[in-house]
């Protein structure tokens, strides 16, 4: 017994030598309360229930380094995502969904390859513009910028460059070869449809960002190439070979202490919004997209505040050019966030989400199916984070 002890004590030794060489972290976010989403659509019920990740996503993960000399650094990271609701695994039950990526650091700069956040997302740690954007950053449900930010994703088979900082400048670069699974080989179309086509989903990035004193600055232009077929199932025509959605991103902040106001602009063409494909058949449908708001130190916790608006008119309707559809959503939002401690805090919010959708904007005769029951609703949401 005792030698088994000794053993034990040996290999914890070990373990932890080999730990603290390479400089490995164990840490995580459990993020849990209660939402309910009640529809202003006649017919539509109103749905309340335990919700997990509300302000982050509940996660553990492992992140590391591991100095090479000559200023060289080898750096990774495994991010599990789970539902803390049901003990699930998410990201469509990924093992490590947030993020997985490895890496060299070193004077020229950062080059990592793996899965992880798009540059103009919210998402780990490249995302550039979701967080910069709005005091709620990507978070509780349609309070955050993803209730009209496109292309927030994460994206498998990836490979992103950060350059160093130069006078509070740093630019980025991304590209996916295939955005959600395996890469496949190119298809020679003859023999099915006219045309070359590709299997694999693509998506490139350009970011630039500018930080100085409690100035943050972010810029992004990014092209997500969808394959022949992608939205096959979506009640669209699919997209032809190299039907492109482009989306530019500018967000802003400055802190002044006693507030600190928040901005973004979006520029689109394609995408996806609340389960709306922004297509006319293979067309990429253009669409703008902002928001404003704040957040200030009240009562030892932080009050928040924020407007967001999308809308796209470019649809047409089939049997008559003449009339073009209205695609519009309003958002606003309220919250509060209350620090126990710097590992735990308490939050509550609220978000009004108004939608319309029709051929016709004056007489509304023809609505945008699937497009008011998903976004005319209020969200309420309470709940309690720990950081490990």
Same mark, same amino acid.
């Given at each position: 017994?005792?030698?088994?002890?000794?053993?034990?004590?040996?290999?914890?030794?070990?373990?932890?030598?080999?730990?603290?060489?390479?400089?490995? /972290?164990?840490?995580?976010?459990?993020?849990?309360?209660?939402?309910?989403?009640?529809?202003?659509?006649?017919?539509?019920?109103?749905?309340?229930?335990?919700?997990?990740?509300?302000?982050?996503?509940?996660?553990?993960?492992?992140?590391?380094?591991?100095?090479?000399?000559?200023?060289?650094?080898?750096?990774?990271?495994?991010?599990?995502?789970?539902?803390?609701?049901?003990?699930?695994?998410?990201?469509?039950?990924?093992?490590?969904?947030?993020?997985?990526?490895?890496?060299?650091?070193?004077?020229?700069?950062?080059?990592?390859?793996?899965?992880?956040?798009?540059?103009?997302?919210?998402?780990?740690?490249?995302?550039?513009?979701?967080?910069?954007?709005?005091?709620?950053?990507?978070?509780?449900?349609?309070?955050?910028?993803?209730?009209?930010?496109?292309?927030?994703?994460?994206?498998?088979?990836?490979?992103?460059?950060?350059?160093?900082?130069?006078?509070?400048?740093?630019?980025?670069?991304?590209?996916?070869?295939?955005?959600?699974?395996?890469?496949?080989?190119?298809?020679?179309?003859?023999?099915?449809?006219?045309?070359?086509?590709?299997?694999?989903?693509?998506?490139?990035?350009?970011?630039?960002?500018?930080?100085?004193?409690?100035? /943050?600055?972010?810029?992004?232009?990014?092209?997500?190439?969808?394959?022949?077929?992608?939205?096959?199932?979506?009640?669209?025509?699919?997209?032809?070979?190299?039907?492109?959605?482009?989306?530019?991103?500018?967000?802003?902040?400055?802190?002044?202490?006693?507030?600190?106001?928040?901005?973004?602009? /979006?520029?689109?063409?394609?995408?996806?919004?609340?389960?709306?494909?922004?297509?006319?058949?293979?067309?990429?449908?253009?669409?703008?997209?902002?928001?404003?708001?704040?957040?200030?130190?009240?009562?030892?916790?932080?009050?928040?505040?924020?407007?967001?608006?999308?809308?796209?008119?470019?649809?047409?309707?089939?049997?008559?050019?003449?009339?073009?559809?209205?695609?519009?959503?309003?958002?606003?939002?309220?919250?509060?966030?209350?620090?126990?401690?710097?590992?735990?805090?308490?939050?509550?919010?609220?978000?009004?989400?108004?939608?319309?959708?029709?051929?016709?904007?004056?007489?509304?005769?023809? $609505?945008?199916?699937?497009?008011?029951?998903?976004?005319?609703?209020?969200?309420?949401?309470?709940?309690?984070? $720990?950081?490990?």
């Amino acid at each position: 017994m005792k030698k088994t002890l000794a053993a034990l004590a040996v290999l914890g030794a070990f373990s932890g030598a080999a730990f603290a060489q390479s400089n490995v /972290q164990l840490y995580g976010i459990v993020d849990g309360g209660i939402r309910m989403v009640d529809s202003t659509v006649d017919g539509i019920n109103s749905v309340t229930g335990v919700q997990s990740g509300q302000q982050s996503g509940s996660r553990f993960g492992l992140k590391g380094s591991e100095q090479l000399g000559n200023g060289l650094k080898v750096v990774f990271q495994l991010e599990n995502g789970f539902d803390l609701d049901s003990g699930k695994l998410g990201n469509d039950s990924r093992l490590f969904g947030r993020e997985a990526r490895v890496g060299v650091e070193g004077a020229f700069g950062a080059v990592n390859v793996g899965r992880f956040g798009n540059l103009g997302s919210g998402n780990g740690t490249f995302g550039i513009i979701g967080g910069m954007a709005s005091p709620f950053g990507t978070s509780f449900a349609d309070a955050g910028t993803q209730g009209t930010l496109l292309l927030n994703d994460r994206f498998d088979n990836s490979v992103v460059y950060v350059s160093p900082k130069f006078a509070g400048f740093q630019a980025s670069a991304m590209y996916s070869f295939q955005t959600n699974g395996q890469e496949s080989a190119k298809i020679d179309g003859t023999t099915a449809k006219p045309g070359d086509t590709d299997k694999n989903n693509t998506y490139a990035g350009l970011g630039l960002t500018y930080a100085i004193g409690k100035l /943050q600055t972010g810029l992004t232009y990014e092209q997500f190439t969808a394959s022949y077929g992608y939205l096959d199932g979506f009640d669209k025509d699919p997209i032809a070979e190299k039907n492109d959605t482009k989306v530019l991103k500018l967000a802003a902040n400055y802190d002044f202490g006693i507030v600190k106001p928040f901005a973004y602009y /979006q520029r689109g063409e394609g995408g996806k919004l609340a389960d709306f494909n922004l297509y006319e058949g293979t067309e990429a449908i253009k669409s703008d997209a902002f928001s404003i708001g704040a957040s200030a130190p009240i009562m030892g916790g932080t009050l928040m505040a924020s407007y967001q608006w999308f809308k796209s008119d470019d649809f047409k309707k089939a049997t008559d050019d003449l009339n073009s559809v209205n695609v519009e959503r309003q958002i606003f939002a309220v919250g509060y966030d209350y620090p126990f401690s710097k590992r735990t805090n308490v939050y509550g919010v609220m978000s009004f989400s108004q939608g319309d959708g029709a051929w016709d904007k004056e007489t509304k005769a023809v $609505h945008v199916t699937g497009w008011d029951a998903n976004v005319n609703r209020n969200v309420y949401e309470i709940g309690l984070r $720990h950081k490990f």
